[in-house]
C-alpha cells in the first residue's frame, strides 16, 4: 500500500504533521458540506473519548485543510486536533467494491504514515451520519484494547441477503468467528492489526487480486487480535440493480473465496464458532416500506437457469446436487425449499471450483447467480410472515449448517478427485 | 534361333533383376525408416501417455469445455487420442523419409510439395484449435450473461454464437489449405450473414419483452421512486 492516491498538499500536510491517534475514513461523502460534517462529527467524538487525541479525518470530497499548523502535543485542557485530507476521485472503470477497496488501501496507508493508534472507516451511508456511528467504531479500540470492531445493523429481514446466506456463515465455519458482516464495509481497527494488513498487503504479489475489504476480518482471526462487534443501527439500503446482479455477486464471491484460498492452510484446523463481545444496543427498526417481493419472478430466474446452466454446473457441483436441483426445479409456489444442506454444499463446490479454476473464474461466479436467486426465493417463502427473532433463528440454522459440513469442504479440498459424491 | 531367344530371356532377366536389386536398399531403407518410425513413436506416446495421466488429461479436457472429445476417442479417452494421434504423425513422418531414400523424381516432388504444404496444415489447424476454444468460451459468457438477464432464448444466442465463431475459423482454416476456393466464401458469406439474420430476428422479436421490462423499471423509478427496493444484498 502507498500513499501514491493522495494529493501532494496533503501528503505534505501528513508529512508535517507526522503522527496522530486516530485517522477517520469517510467515504461516499461526495459533496463539501458532507465532508465539513465529517470533520466536526468527528471533533464530538474525540471530545467524547478519555484521552485527548490528534485525529486526522480523510474524505472522498476533495476538501483538506492545507497549510495546517504543526501541531504541538495536546494537554488535557486543550481542545482535539482534527486535521483532513482528501481521497482522490475513484477511477470511473473501477466498480464500486474495487473502490471501496482502494479507498481502505489509501487509509490505511496514511493510518500507518501517522502511526495512528486507531483507525475508523465509515462507507455506508447511514440515513443521518452521526457521531455515534464513529463513537461505537473507534472507542472499542481506544478504550478497550480491541483490534477490530466489525458492525452489527439493524435490518428487515430481506436486507443483507448474501451477507446472511454466503458471507458471515462462511466466515463464521471457517474462521471460527461469528461475525455479522465480516466484509463491512465499516470497522474500526486498532493501530496493530492495521499494520499487520499493511505489511500483509505489501507482501503480496504485484496485481494480486485480494481484497483489503475482504481480509481484514480473516487477518484479525489469526495471531493475538481481540475481535468484537458493535451495533450501528440502521443501515441505508443500496438500490439493488438486478440486471447487475451477477456482476456484484463475481466480486464479493470471488474477494471471499479468494481470501478463503490464501488462508485454506489455517482454516482447516478450526472447529466450531465462537461469539464475540458486542456494544451497543441495537436500534429500533424502521417501518418497512418495501414492496412485497416478487418470489415466483425469483423462482422463474431460477427455473431458468436450471433449464440452461445444466453443463456449467456439471463441472462444478456433482452428480447428486444436479439432481437434487433438478427436482428442485420442478416445484412452484409455496412447495419450492432450498434446503441449507443443498445450499451449503453448492457454496462449497463452487468456492472449490473456483479454487480449481474448474472454470473461467468469472464463468463460475456469475453461474452461481439463479442458484443465489433460488436461496433468495426459499428464504422469502419461509420467513413471509416470520417476525424477527424467528428469522434471526433461521439464519442461525442456516450458519450450523455451514459448520456441520465444513468436514465435506475440507475433504474435497484435501482430494477433490478422491472425494467426488 | 535358341541360343537367342535364350540369350533374350537371360538379359531380359538380368534387367529385370539388375533393377529389383537397385529397388531393394530404397525398400531396406523404407523399412527401416518404418521400424525406426514405429519404435520412436511407441517410445513417445509411452512418455506422452504416463505425463497425460500424471496431468489428468481426460478430466482437464472436460473442463477446457470440450467434453465431445471423449465421444470422438478411442476407449473415451482424450489422452489415448492425442498419444495415437502423434504416433500416427512420427511413423508418417518415418513414411515420408523412407520413400525419399527412393531414388526417383516422383516421390522426391511428392516428399517436398508435401513438406511445403505442412505449414499451411500447422496453421489451418491451429486456427481451428483457437476456434473451438473461443467459439466454446464466448458461447458459454453468452448463456450465463443470458441466463442472468432472464433472456428466454439464451441457449439460442450461445449456439449463434457458438456457430458464428466456428463458421469463420472453418472457413480460415479451408481458406488456408487452399480448400475450395470461391465456394468456401460464397458459402461463408450464406452461412455467415444467415446466422446473424436469424441472430437479428430472434433478438428482435425477443427482445420485446426485454425493452418492455426495461420501460416497466423506468417507469416504476420515476412514479414511485419513494418505494423501497424489498432486497438488499450487502
Not at chain 1, 451511508?125 to 461505537?136: A, E, K, V
Request: charged share 20%; with cysteine.
Amino acid at each position: 500500500m502507498d500513499l501514491d492516491a493522495i494529493s501532494q498538499p496533503d501528503l505534505e500536510q501528513i508529512e508535517r504533521i507526522g503522527g496522530a491517534d486516530l485517522v477517520i475514513g469517510i467515504l461516499g461523502s461526495e459533496r463539501e458540506h458532507e465532508g465539513s460534517t465529517a470533520i466536526a462529527l468527528t471533533r464530538d467524538v474525540l471530545a467524547k473519548l478519555s484521552k485527548p487525541l490528534r485525529a486526522m479525518v480523510v474524505c472522498s470530497n476533495g476538501i483538506h485543510s492545507p497549510a495546517a499548523p504543526r501541531p504541538e502535543l495536546v494537554g488535557d485542557d486543550q481542545p482535539p486536533v482534527v486535521l483532513s485530507c482528501s481521497l482522490p476521485a475513484p477511477d470511473p472503470g473501477d466498480t464500486a467494491q474495487r473502490s471501496i477497496s482502494n479507498a481502505y488501501r489509501t487509509i490505511f496507508a496514511v493510518g500507518g504514515k501517522l502511526g495512528a493508534r486507531a483507525c475508523g472507516v465509515i462507507t455506508s451511508r447511514s440515513p443521518g451520519l452521526t457521531p455515534q456511528w464513529i463513537y461505537r467504531l473507534v472507542q472499542p479500540v481506544l478504550d478497550l484494547g480491541f483490534d477490530l470492531v466489525a458492525p452489527c445493523y439493524t435490518r428487515q429481514k430481506m436486507e443483507g441477503l448474501l451477507n446472511r446466506s454466503v458471507l458471515a456463515p462462511l466466515h463464521r465455519a471457517l474462521y471460527g468467528q461469528k461475525l455479522q458482516n465480516p466484509m463491512g464495509p465499516d470497522f474500526g481497527l486498532s493501530g496493530k492489526l492495521l499494520q499487520k494488513i499493511l505489511v500483509q498487503d505489501a507482501a503480496r504479489r504485484p496485481g494480486s487480486d485480494r481484497s483489503v475489504l475482504a481480509s481484514i476480518a480473516s487477518t484479525a482471526a489469526f495471531g493475538d487480535f481481540q475481535v468484537c462487534e458493535a451495533h450501528l443501527g440502521v443501515r441505508a439500503q443500496h438500490h439493488t440493480d438486478w440486471e447487475n446482479l451477477s456482476s456484484l455477486l463475481a466480486e464479493v464471491l470471488g474477494a471471499a473465496f479468494l481470501e478463503m484460498e490464501g488462508r485454506a492452510a489455517q482454516w482447516q484446523s478450526i472447529r466450531g464458532a465462537k461469539p464475540l463481545p458486542a456494544f451497543g444496543q441495537p436500534g429500533p427498526l424502521p417501518e418497512d416500506t418495501a414492496i412485497p417481493v416478487d418470489i415466483n419472478g425469483i423462482i422463474e430466474s431460477f427455473q431458468l437457469g436450471t433449464k440452461n446452466l445444466q453443463d456449467v454446473w456439471g463441472l462444478i457441483l456433482p452428480p447428486t446436487t444436479l439432481l437434487e436441483l433438478r427436482r428442485l426445479s420442478r416445484l412452484t409456489g409455496d412447495r419450492f425449499r432450498l434446503s441449507d444442506h443443498l445450499w451449503v454444499r453448492i457454496v462449497y463446490d463452487f468456492a472449490l471450483g473456483h479454487h480449481l479454476r474448474i472454470i473461467s473464474r468469472d464463468h463460475l461466479l456469475r453461474s452461481i447467480t439463479p442458484l443465489y436467486l433460488g436461496w433468495i426465493a426459499s428464504y422469502a417463502l419461509e420467513t413471509q410472515t416470520a417476525a424477527l427473532p424467528e428469522v434471526d433463528s433461521r439464519i442461525e440454522r442456516l450458519s450450523k449448517a455451514y459448520e456441520d459440513n465444513k468436514s465435506y469442504l475440507v475433504s474435497r479440498w484435501r482430494w477433490p478427485d478422491r472425494f467426488n459424491p | 534361333m535358341w541360343d537367342q531367344v535364350g540369350d533374350a530371356l537371360r538379359l531380359s532377366m538380368t534387367k529385370m533383376l539388375s533393377q529389383l536389386a537397385s529397388l531393394l536398399p530404397g525398400i531396406v531403407a523404407l523399412l527401416t525408416a518404418l521400424i525406426l518410425a514405429g519404435l520412436f513413436a511407441w517410445a513417445v506416446a509411452a512418455i506422452l501417455r504416463r505425463s497425460l495421466a500424471g496431468f489428468d488429461f481426460d478430466r482437464r479436457v472436460a473442463q477446457w469445455g470440450f467434453p465431445g472429445l471423449a465421444e470422438w476417442s478411442p476407449s473415451s479417452s482424450p489422452a489415448r487420442l492425442v498419444t495415437r494421434a502423434i504416433a500416427g504423425i512420427i511413423i508418417f513422418i518415418g513414411f515420408l523419409i523412407g520413400i525419399s531414400a527412393f531414388d526417383g523424381a516422383l516421390p522426391s516432388q511428392f516428399v517436398v510439395r508435401l513438406f511445403a504444404y505442412l505449414p499451411d496444415l500447422i496453421t489451418a489447424i491451429l486456427v481451428l484449435f483457437a476456434g473451438s476454444i473461443i467459439a466454446r468460451f464466448l458461447a458459454r459468457s453468452v448463456l450465463i450473461g443470458a441466463v442472468n438477464m432472464n433472456l428466454q432464448y439464451a441457449r439460442l444466442l450461445s449456439v449463434g454464437v457458438k456457430w458464428l465463431v466456428t463458421v469463420l475459423s472453418v472457413t480460415i482454416a479451408l481458406e488456408r489449405l487452399g480448400i475450395g476456393g470461391g465456394i468456401i466464401r460464397l458459402a461463408f458469406g450464406i452461412l455467415f450473414g444467415g446466422i446473424v439474420l436469424a441472430l437479428a430476428l430472434a433478438v428482435g422479436l425477443g427482445s420485446k419483452e426485454l425493452v418492455s421490462r426495461s420501460l416497466e423499471r423506468e417507469a416504476s423509478k420515476t412514479s414511485v421512486s419513494n418505494i423501497k427496493d424489498p432486497v438488499g444484498h450487502l
